[in-house]
């Protein structure tokens, strides 16, 4: 069975609503009018029969032929019985006493229902059938003497002229309906049409996308500011984070290639030279040069695989972590080795974090190792960490070279290195402030950094905190 597209269904839904909210107001319609013109009826035939009611004549408590004649409710010039309009008056048995002229030899039809209403008091409308096509209505009021009903009067009138207007009517709500739910249903299918034509490009760039992998594409969207204004909004900001998402993964990979093949090349050449006559100092060179590619390879190798672990969160194992404590054991551990720089812990506050020990150890050496490298000899390095209101702020400023401005957004990108030839000189794998951000963005936080030329800079890391302390 075929699947009707988006745009039919929701016509047929609508189209369907449509149809059902309209049918019933025609419903509505038909009714109450042909009720008001009813009511209108009634009115009239019971004013008919009080004024029949008015005039008989009442003789001791009684009504028989001798109190009620034609001219007492058909007198001349009177339009108290008109040609369309009969009166009947009965007896408190239902025997016809008199009849209006226009009835001939005919009486009304008898609605047993509105004569028991009329014996007992009360007044009734009813609509009966003649001769099984016309409709007349009829009143029926009782002729009291005291506290007695003594007989009935009954006004009637043909219903044609109602029942014909009341099917021109049918007729006029039938074909203006038609023609509503028809043009309306047009209109929702052509505005349907224009609303998901939006959809229907998106669908269209997405194929083409998908087929020549070409994510330099938008979705041209000129309309209102709409629901389907933020869908193609949101699909062009979507398909623009994909797009730099696959240029860094295409400039990772050139990068990672760069930088492990340049060990390899190093390994390679010392090989090579390996196979000749060397003296015992050369080969002890190439001995060395093969070791330090090696190292590098194997540096470069495990941060990779850290990033690896963090953008996929494995290996975090949360834990209840000291933070103050985790900084003054990288401080103690890295103070050794900044014995051209002064380093220093500003305040420390005592913060909880929940967390994985290692890879926050981690954060905390590359953000110090990225300091000691561009930071002078006779330099200042400071660690902070305070608590601000729900937040760990942990903080590593140096009085180094600083960074600029054009490069500050970059910095936190994979191998990039505002200093390639610093970096390399000391040892690094251009991967330090990736971990970094990669670790504050897998326990929950962010990192960013401020910084000036030929001042220094300062390294802010923001981590969810569960408790603190006073500062020391």
Not at 165 to 177: F, H, P
């Amino acid at each position: 069975m075929p699947v009707l597209s988006l745009r039919w269904r929701l016509t047929l839904w609508y189209s369907a609503l449509l149809l059902v909210v309209l049918a019933a107001t025609g419903v509505l319609i038909y009714i109450v009018l042909s009720r008001n013109l009813l009511e209108e009826i009634d009115r009239d035939l019971a004013a008919r029969g009080s004024q029949v009611h008015s005039v008989l004549t009442f003789s001791s408590g009684e009504l028989g032929p001798s109190h009620v004649t034609p001219a007492v409710i058909d007198p001349p010039g009177s339009q108290l019985a008109g040609p369309s309009v009969y009166v009947q008056v009965t007896d408190e048995r239902g025997s016809v006493l008199v009849r209006s002229t226009n009835l001939r030899d005919e009486e009304l039809p008898v609605d047993t229902n509105a004569i028991a209403d009329g014996l007992a008091g009360r007044s009734s409308a009813s609509t009966l059938t003649v001769d099984g096509r016309q409709h007349i209505r009829v009143m029926t009021l009782p002729l009291i003497h005291g506290q007695s009903v003594l007989g009935l009067v009954q006004v009637g009138q043909p219903l044609h002229q109602i029942d014909a207007a009341l099917q021109r009517l049918s007729y006029l709500l039938v074909g203006g309906i038609s023609l509503i739910w028809f043009f309306a249903s047009f209109v929702g299918w052509a505005l349907a049409g224009r609303t998901l034509r939006t959809v229907g490009e998106i669908s269209q760039t997405a194929d083409h996308i998908a087929e020549t992998q070409d994510f330099a594409q938008r979705l041209s969207y000129r309309g209102p500011k709409d629901e389907v204004g933020d869908l193609a909004s949101t699909f062009n900001r979507m398909i623009a984070r994909i797009d730099r998402s696959f240029q860094a993964q295409r400039q990772f990979v050139a990068d990672s290639s760069h930088e492990l093949g340049t060990p390899l090349t190093i390994i390679r050449g010392n090989v090579d030279l390996l196979k000749r006559n060397l003296s015992d100092e050369d080969r002890q060179e190439s001995l060395t040069a093969i070791q330090t590619a090696t190292v590098r390879m194997d540096r470069i190798i495990g941060d990779l695989l850290m990033l690896s672990n963090l953008d996929e969160g494995q290996d975090m194992q949360p834990e209840n972590v000291s933070l103050n404590t985790l900084v003054e054991e990288v401080y103690n551990e890295t103070r050794v080795c900044a014995t051209e720089h002064t380093l220093e812990i500003g305040r420390l506050d005592t913060v909880n974090i929940f967390g994985q020990p290692e890879r926050l150890r981690e954060l905390l050496v590359n953000l110090v190792d990225n300091a000691l490298k561009y930071t002078p000899p006779g330099g200042r390095i400071t660690l902070s960490l305070r608590h601000e209101q729900e937040w760990a702020r942990l903080s590593v400023s140096d009085t180094g070279i600083g960074i600029p401005p054009e490069n500050q957004d970059r910095v936190f990108d994979r191998f990039y290195r505002v200093d390639k030839a610093r970096s390399r000189s000391r040892g690094g794998t251009g991967l330090g402030l990736s971990i970094v951000k990669a670790v504050a963005i897998a326990h929950g936080g962010s990192v960013r950094v401020q910084s000036k030329l030929g001042e220094g800079s300062t390294f802010i890391v923001l981590l969810p905190a569960r408790s603190y302390g006073s500062s020391h």
